[in-house]
C-alpha cells in the first residue's frame, strides 16, 4: 500500500473563507480521495493560522483575548470544510499546544547549532503578509501583494542564518525537477536565488508584539509567524512526538500553496528543514489564482466570490465539479456567474444529467426498474467497453501529472460519447421491434455510465454516489473492471440530478 501525504497552506484565521481558501482545499481533498479511492493510505492536513499582528490587531479591535477570538473565527473554517464535503484527517491550529511545543524544540534545536543569532535589523514591514520585503522586492515601492507603502521597522531581533543555505538549495532544486511544480513556478524560484539571501528575521519582541509563541530562549520575544506556521507541515504529523507516525507520513507529497506564497514555501520552508536535518518535501506545487471578472478578489475591491452563496444557490459538488473542470493547474482562471452557468448547464445538466434522465426512464418504463440483461456485443458496445476499461488509466495518469481539468474532461467525453451511442441505437425505438437489443444497450449504457460516474466521484461525492443509485449500481473502487452492473438489480427513484440553471439574456446571447 502507498502513502499520500497531501497539504493545503493554513489559512489566516482571521479571514472570512473564499473561493481561493475553498479552491485549494477542494483540490486537495480530490486529491486525496483519488488516492485513497485507488488504495493508497492517505493523510490529508489543513487547518488555521492563528499568530501574528493581523490576528492580534482583529482581536482588540473587538475587545476579546487574542485566543478567544481565534476560538470564535476558527468555526467559520470548520464549518466550511464540512459544508463542502472536505474529509481532512487532521484540522491543525498553530494554537494548539503540541504545535507549539514543536516549533519550540526546533527553534532551540537551530538555536543550539548556531544557526540563529541576535542582531539589530531596519527593514520595511508589512503587516497584510506578515512579513519584511527588501526594497528590490516593492513595486513602485509599495507591497507587491497588497500595494500599500510599507512602514521602516528598526529593532533588536533573532535571525535564521537561511544564506548559508542558498547554494545547498540551488543545487537540490536543481537535481530534483518533481520538487517546484510547475515549471514556471520553479524558474521563478531559481532567478529569485540568483540574488544573494538574506538571513531571515524569525522574532518580534514583545513589545510589539506579544501574540505568537514565545522563543525557547528568549521569553522577551515571541516567534515570527511564518516560521511558526511553515512547521504545521511536520508537527501536525507528530514530528519530535511520536516518531513513528512522522516516519510514516513524511515526507509530504504535495505541498499545495498559491503562487502568492511562493517564496515562504520555495525559499524560507526548505531552508529551516536544512538547518533541523528533516528531509525535503516531495513536491511542492503552486496553482494560480481565481480572478473575478478577471481582477484579483480583494475585501477592497468588493469582489470577493463566497462559497456559500453558490453552494447555496446551485449546490456543493456543482461547485467542485467547476473548480476542478475551468482551472488548469498552475494558471490563473476566471470566475464569473456566467461562465459558472454556462459549463453546469453544458457538462452536468445536459450531457451527464440527461443521459441519467434516459437511461432512467426506459428502464423503468419497460423493464419494470430493473437492470436488463448485458445479451451479445456488436462493434458499438466492443467500443464502449474498450474505452471504458482505458479511461480509467487514462484519467488517473492525468491526475497524477496534475492536469486536473483534462481528466474531467477526458471522463466528460466518456459521457458524451455514451450518449452518441444511445442516439445512434436509440434503444426508445428498438423497444418495439426487439426489446433484448435494447436491454442489451441500456446495459451498456449503464455500465458505461456507472465507470464515468465512479471516475467523477472523488469530485462530486454525493451526487454521483445518488446518481449510482438511480442506475443500479453503487460506489466501488476507482478502477472497476467492466461487469459490475448486475443485471436485475433495482433502480432507485428518479430526481433530476442537475437542474437546469436559467440564463439570462445577455449570456444566451454570447452563447449564440
Ligand atoms: N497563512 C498563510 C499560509 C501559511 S502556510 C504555512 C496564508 N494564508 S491565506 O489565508 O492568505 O491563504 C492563502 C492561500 O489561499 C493561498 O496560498 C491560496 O492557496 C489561497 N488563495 C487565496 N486567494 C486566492 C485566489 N483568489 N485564488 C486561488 N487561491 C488563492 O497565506
Redo the contacts with the bound molecule.
Keep these: 500500500m502507498k502513502k499520500f501525504y497531501i497539504t493545503?497552506?493554513?489559512?489566516?484565521v482571521n479571514?472570512e473563507p473564499?473561493?481561493?481558501?475553498a479552491?485549494?482545499t477542494i483540490l486537495a481533498d480530490v486529491l486525496s480521495r483519488y488516492h485513497r479511492e485507488a488504495g493508497d493510505e492517505v493523510f490529508f492536513l489543513t487547518g488555521t493560522?492563528e499568530h501574528g499582528q493581523k490576528v492580534s490587531q482583529a482581536a482588540s479591535e473587538r475587545g476579546v483575548e487574542p485566543k478567544k477570538h481565534c476560538d470564535e473565527m476558527v468555526i467559520r473554517f470548520q464549518n466550511m470544510w464540512k459544508k463542502l464535503h472536505i474529509e481532512n484527517d487532521h484540522f491543525i491550529r498553530t494554537t494548539d499546544k503540541d504545535h507549539q511545543e514543536v516549533v519550540k524544540e526546533i527553534l532551540q534545536q537551530i538555536y543550539d547549532s548556531g544557526d540563529i543569532y541576535f542582531d539589530e535589523y531596519t527593514g520595511l514591514y508589512c503587516v497584510g503578509c506578515e512579513r519584511f520585503y527588501t526594497e528590490k522586492e516593492l513595486v513602485d515601492e509599495k507591497c507587491p501583494q497588497h500595494q500599500e507603502s510599507l512602514k521602516e521597522i528598526k529593532e533588536t531581533n533573532y535571525f535564521f542564518r537561511m544564506s548559508k543555505y542558498q547554494q545547498q538549495l540551488i543545487d537540490y532544486i536543481n537535481e530534483h525537477p518533481e520538487f517546484i511544480l510547475p515549471k514556471t513556478r520553479r524558474n521563478e524560484v531559481l532567478g529569485f536565488l540568483r540574488q544573494p539571501l538574506g538571513d531571515l528575521c524569525i522574532s518580534r519582541p514583545k513589545s510589539r508584539l506579544s501574540w505568537g509563541i514565545e522563543l525557547p530562549f528568549d521569553s522577551d520575544y515571541v516567534t515570527y509567524?511564518?516560521f511558526d506556521?511553515?512547521l504545521?507541515?511536520v508537527s501536525g504529523i507528530g514530528a519530535k512526538k511520536d516518531d513513528k507516525q512522522f516516519a510514516k507520513w513524511w515526507p509530504a507529497d504535495y505541498h499545495?500553496?498559491?503562487?502568492?506564497?511562493l517564496t515562504?514555501?520555495c525559499v524560507y520552508w526548505p531552508t529551516m528543514l536544512f538547518a533541523a536535518g528533516i528531509p525535503q518535501p516531495r513536491t511542492i506545487f503552486a496553482?494560480?489564482?481565481?480572478?473575478s471578472d478577471e481582477f484579483?478578489?480583494s475585501k477592497s475591491l468588493g469582489n470577493v466570490i463566497k462559497p456559500l452563496d453558490l453552494i447555496d444557490r446551485y449546490g456543493v459538488d456543482p461547485v467542485r465539479y467547476f473548480l476542478m473542470r475551468d482551472m488548469v493547474l498552475g494558471q490563473d482562471s476566471n470566475f464569473s456567474p456566467d461562465g459558472f452557468a454556462l459549463r453546469y448547464n453544458s457538462d452536468l445538466a445536459n450531457d451527464l444529467g440527461n443521459l441519467v434522465g434516459r437511461i432512467s426512464t426506459l428502464v423503468r418504463r419497460h423493464f419494470d426498474g430493473k437492470i436488463p440483461e448485458p445479451g451479445e456485443q456488436s462493434r458499438e458496445e466492443t467500443q464502449l467497453v474498450e474505452s471504458g476499461s482505458t479511461l480509467a488509466v487514462e484519467a488517473i495518469e492525468l491526475i497524477h501529472e496534475m492536469k486536473m481539468n483534462d481528466a474531467v474532461e477526458t471522463v466528460m467525453e466518456y459521457v458524451r460519447s455514451i450518449n452518441r451511442y444511445m442516439e445512434k441505437l436509440m434503444p426508445w425505438k428498438l423497444i418495439k421491434s426487439d426489446k433484448a437489443a435494447a436491454g442489451t444497450v441500456l446495459y451498456h449504457a449503464a455500465e458505461s455510465l456507472r465507470i464515468a460516474l465512479q471516475l467523477l466521484h472523488p469530485i462530486m461525492p454525493v451526487r454521483t454516489a445518488k446518481i449510482l443509485g438511480m442506475i443500479g449500481a453503487s460506489v466501488t473502487e476507482l478502477k472497476s473492471p467492466w461487469g459490475q452492473l448486475k443485471s436485475g438489480s433495482k433502480l432507485s427513484e428518479f430526481e433530476v440530478p442537475f437542474p437546469r440553471i436559467e440564463l439570462n439574456q445577455k449570456t444566451k446571447q454570447a452563447k449564440e
Excluded: E, Q, S
Design positions: 493545503t497552506p493554513i489559512y489566516y479571514d473564499h473561493i481561493g481558501h479552491y485549494t493560522d509567524v511564518w506556521a511553515l504545521n507541515y499545495l500553496i498559491g503562487k502568492d506564497i515562504t514555501h496553482h494560480g489564482w481565481w480572478l484579483k478578489m
